[in-house]
């Protein structure tokens, strides 16, 4: 007859039996145990997920970054990629809300469900229900070649065959309007909350030189985002302390006009690595600390 034995399985992964002694207990005492059952488990490795940094919070009628003008806004002809990671609060009843946009050109805003892209010309539009409120949506824009892409998680939704150069040092706002910027979208200045961005942003990166993505993707929803090569802004919003610290390497200087405030609310996991034993009868076993089983 088989009798049972009774295991301690620890959070590296090793399984002690302990039937040789009396006590299995959670004391910090040293205890070396002798006998492995390795060839009765199958070891791997599970994910824990948690969340991972902030956002920046938008009230929708009086807050925006601003950012002086810079010839890293140059953009010209070259290729380039502007991206985050953006939550549309309630729903969008105002006339447009600004992503982000420059004085001249390069702008995407949202119009009800709609995405907008402004080339310096004319206004293109992704099409009805492309987002909707109360959900996270990665959006980028991206050069390449003299084609410019706005994709909405990962899927290309405008394309622009001949978008314009943007030869200015200018400078830009996220979550806002400028004075001075074009607007794109249809009723324009009808409403006091025209521009004005309501929810949260987080990851906001600009690339200058290259296009990070040139075909359909799935984006990056695991870590914060990194200052890769040519990277010229980068808001990671990690902490209140750092919520609009610039961590491209450029070291931008950011106004937060009207105080936007930090969110704990992410669209990022970030993944904790565990142990886990499985019995060849199919039973899991995870240990995160020292958990205490029963086998045969």
């Not at 690339?207 to 200052?227: D, I, M, Q």
Request: glycine residues 10%; aromatic residues 10%; charged residues 15%.
């Amino acid at each position: 007859m088989v009798q049972p034995v009774k295991a301690r399985l620890k959070n590296d992964g090793t399984l002690l039996t302990v039937g040789e002694f009396d006590e299995v207990s959670q004391s910090t005492h040293s205890i070396t145990a002798t006998n492995i059952f390795s060839d009765e488990f199958d070891e791997f490795t599970i994910t824990k997920w948690g969340q991972s940094g902030g956002s920046i919070d938008f009230n929708g009628s009086s807050q925006k970054l601003d950012i002086s003008g810079s010839g890293d806004f140059q953009f010209g002809t070259g290729d380039f990629t502007i991206e985050g990671w953006f939550f549309f609060r309630g729903s969008p009843t105002i006339p447009y809300m600004r992503l982000w946009c420059f004085s001249d050109m390069d702008n995407v805003e949202v119009y009800g469900t709609t995405v907008f892209y402004w080339n310096g010309s004319s206004p293109i539009n992704s099409g009805a229900n492309t987002v909707i409120p109360n959900a996270w949506y990665h959006i980028a824009l991206v050069k390449h070649n003299g084609v410019a892409n706005v994709y909405v998680n990962g899927v290309s939704k405008i394309t622009d065959n001949s978008p314009g150069s943007s030869p200015n040092s200018r400078p830009m706002t996220i979550g806002g309007e400028q004075s001075t910027a074009i607007i794109s979208a249809a009723n324009q200045g009808t409403n006091s909350l025209d521009g004005w961005f309501d929810g949260l942003i987080t990851q906001f990166r600009i690339v200058k030189g290259r296009a990070l993505y040139t075909t359909n993707f799935s984006p990056n929803s695991l870590t914060p985002f990194e200052a890769v090569t040519n990277t010229k802004l980068l808001l990671n919003a990690s902490t209140s302390q750092t919520l609009i610290t610039d961590s491209s390497g450029t070291n931008k200087s950011v106004t937060n006009t009207g105080g936007a405030t930090f969110s704990v609310t992410t669209p990022l996991s970030t993944v904790y690595n565990g142990a886990m034993k499985q019995l060849k009868t199919g039973t899991l076993q995870v240990a995160n600390e020292i958990d205490e089983h029963t086998g045969i």
